[in-house]
């Protein structure tokens, strides 16, 4: 990749929109749209074939704000995509091995083919014991062992949504990966990790960064893609992307004024990225998508099938 973009660029979903200083920015919004119109012909199929919908459970412990938005939005995003919605809402005094059982009975029930349980977890529960005992066959969100384990190994089955979402817009506009130096600032299990296994799968060259990183400026400046997942408003100066580079911003932080931003000064970014992900907008609502894309997949391998080519185009690779 150069400063100069290839003109495959030009596959967005409703044309280039540019940026103010001309990046053409990733519309979330659009491509998270047609996914979920995909995903929605496939539970039909699936209801069709099978005579129940495709049915997913969240689990929310608690009354966490921002996770309560987030649960709505997706018990909302499966009731429109034809996905049967179990909600499960424990109080905060909820014990740990409360939770265990409750997971437990979800991996037995027969009409929940995803379990979600919404992070954070109170203090005191274990994440990864609570996380681990999710069959890894509902694993929707991608975090079990075995998955993590299955992607790593170049056979992924259900995958984390929001690095999938990542792949899937840089596949909607056309942004061929393979070969690129790809530079991921950020570690976690949820996001980093991942993500750096999403990008070998797809053939770049990754560097993941992270707090041991010694120069994080010159792992940026000279990435031709950057994924930011820090948590951190404004984290990455918008100077330090390389011309012509594309960047995917994943953080989502409220700053004084209320107003969202993301962990890259999107601004200055914008005038220098060949591609940009805006927040909010970019890859808030790939992430749902692809939970949605992930329940129905779940659902088909758990009955043994497949849906249709028709049915399946564009719902996530």
Known sequence: MSGDRPSSAARSPAGPTPAPGGAIILDGKAVAAKVRQSVAMRALEFASRFGRPPGLAVVQVGEDAASSVYVRS???????????????????????????????????????????VQLPLP??????????????????????PLNTGLLAQKRPLLRPCTPLGVIRLAEEYGIALRGLRATVVGASNIVGRPMALE????????????????????EVERAELVVAAVGKAGFIPGEWVRPGAAVFDVGINRIASGKLVGDVEYEPAARRAGWITPVPGGLGPMTIAMLLANAVTAAFMRAGAKPSDTAGAGAGR
Do not use: W, Y
Request: aromatic letters at 2%; charged letters at 25%; glycine letters at 8%.
């Open 74 to 116: 997706k018990r909302k995003s499966c009731a429109e995509a034809g996905i049967e919605s179990f909600a499960q809402d424990l109080p905060a005094t909820t014990s740990e091995a409360q939770l265990l059982a409750l997971v437990h009975a979800l991996n037995l029930d027969e009409r929940v083919d995803g379990i979600l």
């Open 199 to 218: 990008l070998l799968l797809a053939g770049a060259t990754v560097t993941v960064c992270h707090t041991g990183t010694r120069d994080l400026r010159a």
């Open 123 to 144: 203090k005191g529960m274990d994440a990864n014991r609570v996380m681990d005992a999710v069959d890894p066959a509902k694993d929707v969100d991608g975090f079990h």
